[in-house]
């Protein structure tokens, strides 16, 4: 079954990844290797958006906990009195909104079976990808949830695609709807936009908006 999804892979990178139908046909099989045969630790990000093409929840705490125990923490630096990480805060949205973990953990899903990374590798390609990805998640959220009591702010949180960007490299803005064990809802919507003056990945700028709504 192994050889079997590998070539299936290996086809489709070698024709170019040029659709949002081959952009679905590529993240399904990868994600039958991280589920039939996961590498340890697991890479978490990779299955994110795996799960988020393919439309399926995460809802499993040996899979969600370690990525929202993070959030938890992110949540706290936020809201949280005297709790104010900001090093903590830019590590965690750069690492998800800029899509920089999944970018590197598909690369190393693919070298660890002998696959071609260019599609990770070459940033064009890698925009082209987002892009057709883009599409694929455009009228669907993922939802990742656990009821873990070592959570002490988050219950559930519901990634969203934002509005499409033709100014920036990540090709959509990305939205964290994050429900909290007290009833309220934290909203984070953020942008990474190009800067004419800087280098490739260090082009973006952080545009944060966080709001407290009372849920019903």
Known sequence: MKDSIIKKIRTILDSGVDSECKVSYVLAESRKLLETYPPDPAPF???LYCNWALHIDLDH???TLPFLQR???FVASVLGEKNEDI?????MLREFIFLDTFRV???ELLNSYALPTKLCDDDNLWHEFLT??????EDGSLSCRSNSPTLKWVKEVVFTKGRT??????PFDLTWEIQLLDGRTLAVSVS???HPTAGLMMRQHLHIHAAQVALP
């Open 71 to 73: 959030l938890d923490e």
């Open 132 to 137: 057709h990805y883009a599409g694929i998640i």
């Open 87 to 91: 090093v903590l805060e830019h590590r």
């Open 105 to 107: 953990q598909f690369s």
């Open 61 to 63: 705490t040996k899979t």
């Open 165 to 170: 960007r033709t100014d920036g490299f990540i």
């Open 45 to 47: 990000a990779l299955r």
């Open 192 to 194: 990474a936009m190009d």
